[in-house]
């Protein structure tokens, strides 16, 4: 089945100690997107790749970066997690811009 | 004021039930609509996708926009207890990325 995969589906990393998320698809997908949601909020845009393009929002922190060498692999950086950067990180997907969007599973962050 | 608002509930309604969900969104410019479901530790799923005014229904599913009001709703017929999760509302234009609600969570009563 087409889908959009996470990797690690939950992570625990100490505080300050860089770590990498992983996410990857098999729907063929332009767009990537990665997204924090803690809990009882909304999903809030990191940023997002159309195809190479990077387009960062303009209120993540530096502490969060990107790499997609890849259709197929997205990557979020964490360069010195804080106490308050634990929470579910999502990866979407969409066959362009403004399209459907399509979730993986999530990885839950905790940070010691 | 948020972009897009939801009650956040929990509501709890029995099996069997019609469970109404409802977003409000103060941006004219939003022309697409969705709602997602999304279960506890879990990534959300979309249920329905919608342009412009007016209904659609997939199933026991029906997404209803009235963008007169700027109102979207979901109802779902025939509630199950697998019903239970939380629903996410959203919203864009073609020049924004989606602004979501901060969801409701609904309990259906065996």
Not at chain 1, 26 to 39: A, D, F, G, P
Not at chain 1, 96 to 109: A, C, I, S, V, W
Not at chain 2, 80 to 109: E, H, V, W
Request: glycine share 8%; with cysteine.
């Amino acid at each position: 089945d087409a889908m959009v995969i996470q990797n690690p589906r939950y992570q625990v990393t100490q505080f300050g100690k860089p770590v990498t998320l992983s996410c990857s698809q098999t729907l063929n997908h332009n767009v990537m997107y990665w997204y924090q949601q803690k809990s009882s909020q909304a999903p809030k845009l990191l940023f997002h790749y159309y195809d190479k393009d990077f387009n960062n929002e303009a209120d993540t922190p530096d502490n969060f970066q990107s790499r997609r060498p890849n259709t197929s692999f997205c990557f979020l950086d964490i360069r010195s997690p804080g106490l308050g950067d634990a929470a579910m990180y999502l990866c979407a997907t969409s066959r362009d811009q403004g399209g459907e969007q399509y979730f993986g599973p999530g990885t839950r962050l905790t940070v010691t | 004021q948020k972009e897009v608002e939801q009650d956040p509930g929990p509501l709890s309604v029995p099996e069997g039930a019609i469970v109404s969900l409802n977003c409000t969104y103060s941006n004219s410019a939003f022309q697409y609509f969705m709602w997602y479901r999304q279960y506890s530790r879990k990534g959300p799923e979309l249920l329905m996708y919608t342009y412009s005014s007016g209904n659609k229904e997939d199933g026991r599913f029906t997404a209803q926009v009235d963008k007169s009001s700027k109102y979207i709703s979901l109802f779902i017929r025939d509630s199950q207890p697998s019903d239970s999760a939380t629903y996410l509302c959203g919203g864009y234009s073609s020049a924004s990325k989606i602004i979501f609600g901060s969801g409701t969570r609904l309990s259906i009563r065996p």
